[in-house]
């Protein structure tokens, strides 16, 4: 773990309620990668943003979920609505710049009843 | 078509041997990045090491090297002298740096590597 901070570490969420996922990047970095892995699976891109902007979110479910990643403070992944799909672990990531290496937090898991 | 393929879902190595997992990848981008990343079974994913394209020795981190071949476009990672810390799931990522411009990783769906004492 290179600094990158998720929290929640685990969050349960009825069918139908919000779920908030925050990451907090390696100080210095200002490039934040949203990845999410199903069950014994690997990780799936879901949205790359640099303060302020979106640059990426080809990954991202059209319905439903948004990412953002504010001039202060950390990112925020959003997952409105969330159904028994959505249970997954979540990881955040940061680099210093877009060629650099990417260090990943420890994740969220989300469990959706 | 997979952007990167780990063929091996589990593997076996006794304790103190060595053991290469395999990584092959896909790609029309000249310039790209190859990393392995661990997963132990709490769950992080812990950075181990890095490849670029262009460079000309294949990459080394204390037990942990890449065995880099760039005709044949695998990057398999070497474990030496296995630990039984090493057990865990092993990643193998690529970021294609020209072409797709977004610079995130492509992930393999992993292999699962369990060291015997």
């Known amino acids: 773990n290179a600094g990158v901070m998720q929290n929640p570490r685990h969050l349960v969420r009825r069918r139908g309620q919000e779920a908030r996922l925050r990451c907090s990047p390696v100080?210095?970095?200002?490039?934040v990668y949203w990845y999410r892995q199903l069950p014994e699976e690997g990780l799936k891109f879901m949205v790359y943003l640099q303060k302020e902007n979106i640059i990426d979110e080809s990954g991202m479910p059209k319905e439903r979920f948004s990412a953002e990643f504010p001039k202060e403070g950390p990112s925020i992944l959003r997952i409105q609505q969330v159904v028994r799909g959505d249970s997954a672990a979540y990881f955040c990531?940061?680099?210093?710049?877009?060629?650099?290496?990417?260090?990943f937090g420890e994740g969220s898991w989300l469990t959706v009843v | 078509a997979q952007k990167i393929t780990q063929t091996q879902p589990g593997m076996f190595v006794q304790e103190k041997e060595a053991v290469t997992l395999d990584c092959t990848y896909d790609?029309?981008?000249?310039?790209?990045?190859l990393f392995w990343y661990k997963q132990p079974s709490s769950g992080e994913m812990i950075f181990l090491i890095y490849q670029g394209s262009y460079d000309q020795q294949n990459a080394t981190e204390g037990r942990y090297s890449l065995n880099f071949q760039k005709a044949r476009k695998s990057a398999n990672l070497v474990i030496s002298a296995s630990q039984l810390g090493d057990s865990a799931m092993y990643f193998c990522?690529?970021?294609?740096?020209?072409?797709?411009?977004?610079?995130?990783?492509?992930f393999g769906s992993g292999t699962r590597l369990q060291v015997q004492p």
């Open positions: 100080k210095g970095h200002s490039h």
């Open positions: 790609t029309s981008d000249p310039s790209y990045g």
């Open positions: 990531a940061s680099s210093q710049g877009p060629g650099n290496t990417i260090y």
């Open positions: 990522a690529m970021r294609e740096d020209v072409n797709t411009g977004r610079r995130a990783l492509t």
